[in-house]
């Protein structure tokens, strides 16, 4: 053997026994414990915060440094009352890095997190101190390898809305899809998975099971981050909502700094069942940017479903590109489709207006209404019943409520008429009809010919077309000036209906 790499061979063997040697000194009579005052002091002066450390803190030196703790608590800020609980808390660290001033943490791994959030009135959070970012220069560059989070419990109180929500089976799983680079400048990438259950008991009710995963590109540098690939799938019910099914998948991308907000490729697909309904919708957004305060879009398209007993009822939207800002954005074109069966009775629509609108606010106008709509069934003879009309609509997103006015010609009828809808799983609709003139004879088949007491006492199954209201929640009233019946003819008749 070269007589070179036999001492050398020598010296790494000696180098390894020493260090061997000096790590089984250390682990013999060094008592990590020993430090818990220094520690539990050190996080009072810095954080105002009460840390407790129950459980004995146990060191690891192969396959990497790491510290092992249990039974940890932290308070809440300056008070004595918990604010989070730890059964178990595994910290390792790469050695060499350390050397270079970056901490370079191998795996964080957490089991059994109990903690309490709360968002107060004034919109603060009982964790700003803890995310503030330090006034202090930075002595070491972070990167994290692998997280492991299972067995969480998370408490969510919004004091301001009075809702309190329970996240139960948290588990965070991360990890790193790059090489270290990163710490030398480049983005971090890391794969990550997170899922969760909610409390039953929670307040709205909600029972979901969520799963989300994406690959996370992080560069602090730039300030910029990547959601790549994202899939998110809930399951389970929400208030009226059972049998809930939502799925997503898009890529988000963000720039904190200049105020940009990227999304692209969005799909979103939400079946569920509200009573004896069966809901589905889907949506699909390619492209929809937030720069400051600008706002556009490509087109986008969403079709909606309601099958119900006796009939469905389904609705396509198509918004071409949208332009603007937060607080004032349009789009030159809204269409909307709409087909309702009830039976054989058939009811079609379709609308067409400008939008304009405000995320600020959630509000959206149609200024500019055109609407069309015609009806075909065995309740309606001849051709069936078409007419056009104009006006304009607005949608208030924060208070759940539609309402449009509306003005034109059904068949030989002018019609004004004021519709509003309130709630959009379970809607309320409510309505004023005012019509000049109407002949009940053209719309009836000849055995269902009105007499003069039925003109003014029909019920919504005698009305032409109206049986389909029977199981809406619907409130409304219809005058009309000159009703035709049967050779009978009644002047300033109303119909009321309610629910």
Same mark, same amino acid.
């Given at each position: 053997?070269? $007589?070179?790499?036999?001492?050398?061979?020598?010296?790494?063997?000696?180098?390894? #026994?020493?260090?061997?040697?000096?790590?089984?000194?250390? /682990? /013999?009579?060094?008592?990590?414990?020993?430090?818990?005052?220094?520690?539990?002091?050190?996080? !009072?002066?810095? !954080?105002?915060?009460?840390l407790r450390l129950d459980g004995d803190i146990k060191l690891t030196f192969f396959p990497s440094i790491g510290a092992t703790v249990g039974n940890v608590t932290l308070s809440e800020y300056n008070s004595d009352k918990e604010f989070a609980a730890v059964e178990n808390i595994f910290v390792s660290l790469a050695l060499m890095p350390l050397l270079k001033k970056q901490l370079a943490i191998?795996?964080?791994?957490?089991?059994?997190?109990?903690?309490?959030?709360?968002r107060f009135k004034d919109g603060s959070t009982n964790i700003d101190d803890l995310i503030a970012k330090s006034e202090e220069p930075e002595q070491f560059k972070?990167? %994290?390898?692998?997280? $492991?989070?299972?067995?969480t419990l998370l408490a969510l109180h919004d004091e301001a809305s009075g809702e309190?929500?329970?996240?139960?089976? =948290?588990?965070?799983?991360v990890d790193e899809s790059g090489s270290r680079a990163h710490l030398e400048g480049d983005p971090m990438r890391h794969k990550m998975v997170l899922a969760f259950k909610t409390n039953p008991s929670s307040q709205p009710m909600t029972d979901l099971a969520a799963r989300l995963e994406f690959e996370l590109t992080s560069d602090f540098d730039k300030q910029y981050y990547a959601l790549d690939g994202l899939n998110l799938e809930i399951n389970g019910a929400v208030k009226r909502i059972n049998d809930l099914v939502v799925r997503s998948r898009g890529d988000l991308s963000i720039r904190p700094a200049a105020g940009e907000f990227v999304a692209s490729k969005i799909t979103l697909s939400i #079946?569920?069942?509200s009573g004896t309904n069966n809901l589905d919708i889907k949506l699909d957004a390619p492209r929809l940017s937030l720069t400051r305060e600008t706002v556009s879009g490509d087109k986008i398209t969403v079709a909606a479903k309601m099958a119900r007993p006796k009939g469905n009822t389904s609705g396509t939207l198509f918004l071409s590109g949208v332009a603007g800002t937060v607080t004032d954005f349009e789009s030159n074109a809204l269409t909307i489709e709409l087909e309702s069966k009830e039976g054989e009775l058939a009811v079609r629509a379709s609308l067409a207006s400008?939008?304009?609108?405000? +995320?600020? *606010?959630?509000? =959206? !106008? +149609?200024?500019? +209404?055109? /609407?069309? %709509?015609?009806?075909?069934?065995?309740e309606i003879p001849g051709n069936?019943?078409?007419?056009?009309?104009?006006?304009?609509? /607005?949608?208030?997103?924060?208070?759940?409520? +539609?309402?449009?006015?509306? *003005?034109?010609?059904?068949?030989d009828s002018n019609i004004r008429a004021q519709l509003g809808a309130t709630g959009f799983v379970q809607p309320a609709f409510n309505f004023e009809v005012d019509i000049d003139q109407l002949d009940v004879d053209r719309f009836l088949p000849k055995q269902k !010919?009105?007499?003069?007491?039925?003109i003014n006492g029909a019920t919504l199954e005698e009305l032409p077309g109206l049986s389909v209201l029977k199981d809406l929640n619907v409130r409304g009233s219809i005058r009309i000036g000159l009703l035709k019946g049967a050779n009978v003819k009644s002047s300033n008749v109303k119909f009321d209906i309610n629910p």
């Open positions: 053997m070269n $007589r070179y790499l036999r001492y050398a061979l020598i010296v790494f063997a000696v180098v390894t #026994t020493l260090l061997a040697g000096l790590v089984i000194y250390i /682990a /013999a009579i060094f008592d990590p414990n020993a430090y818990k005052p220094q520690i539990i002091q050190l996080v !009072k002066e810095k !954080k105002q915060r009460a191998n795996e964080v791994a957490i089991s059994g997190l109990k903690a309490n959030l709360i972070i990167g %994290i390898d692998h997280v $492991r989070v299972e067995k309190q929500y329970v996240f139960r089976d =948290l588990s965070l799983r #079946t569920g069942t400008p939008l304009t609108g405000s +995320l600020d *606010t959630r509000q =959206l !106008k +149609l200024p500019d +209404l055109t /609407a069309a %709509i015609s009806a075909n069934g065995p069936g019943i078409s007419g056009n009309l104009l006006g304009r609509a /607005a949608l208030d997103g924060l208070s759940q409520n +539609l309402q449009a006015n509306l *003005t034109g010609k059904l068949v !010919k009105p007499t003069e007491k039925t």
